[in-house]
């Protein structure tokens, strides 16, 4: 399998090539059973992140840098916006979303009690990577169901369009790759 080798928060990783398209590959990034590399990166997007209450990300690849990031920061409280509504939750929120690595249309759901604790207090969006924005955007639509203030937007990594967004913080740039594993020109923005 091919590889991209990459240095992110100062730590060199080879990620795996993925297939989303005929000719269209994307660098696999997963902080799973990583927590030298989550640790690094939860600090590095600590040190950017602005003013906040609380932290929010999507189940389940942004789980390890979120729980990090709130350790770190003095065991704050966290949420996350669950891929299926749980017995445990109640007056749940829900929004439609789709990604480029999860086939077809999934939905993601808030806790009501989580919503209440967001209310006119400042959100911080975090995710592991973002690329299309559609998870990002779900995730700004629960916090303004909830009446919350999403004060920034943070990723490990930043892929395709992403790399322009100005209202989004991330640590590096991945580029987008062909089949035989080239990287797609114009998918590393300056």
Known sequence: MKAYEMTIAGLK???????????LYIGAFIIFGDPELTTACANALLAKAPEYDYMITA?????????????LAGNQKYFIARKKEKLYMRDVF??????????????????GADAELMKGKRILVVDDVISTGESLAALEKLVAAAGGNIVGRMAILAEGDAQVREDLTYLEKLPLFHADGSIVAGSVHE
């Open 59 to 71: 189940e389940a690849k942004g789980i390890p840098l979120i729980h990090e990031m709130a350790r």
């Open 94 to 111: 829900a929004v439609t979303v789709n990604s480029i690595t999860t086939e077809g249309e999934q939905k993601l759901y808030l806790d």
């Open 13 to 23: 990783r080879a990620l795996p090539l993925c297939p989303i398209a005929e000719d």
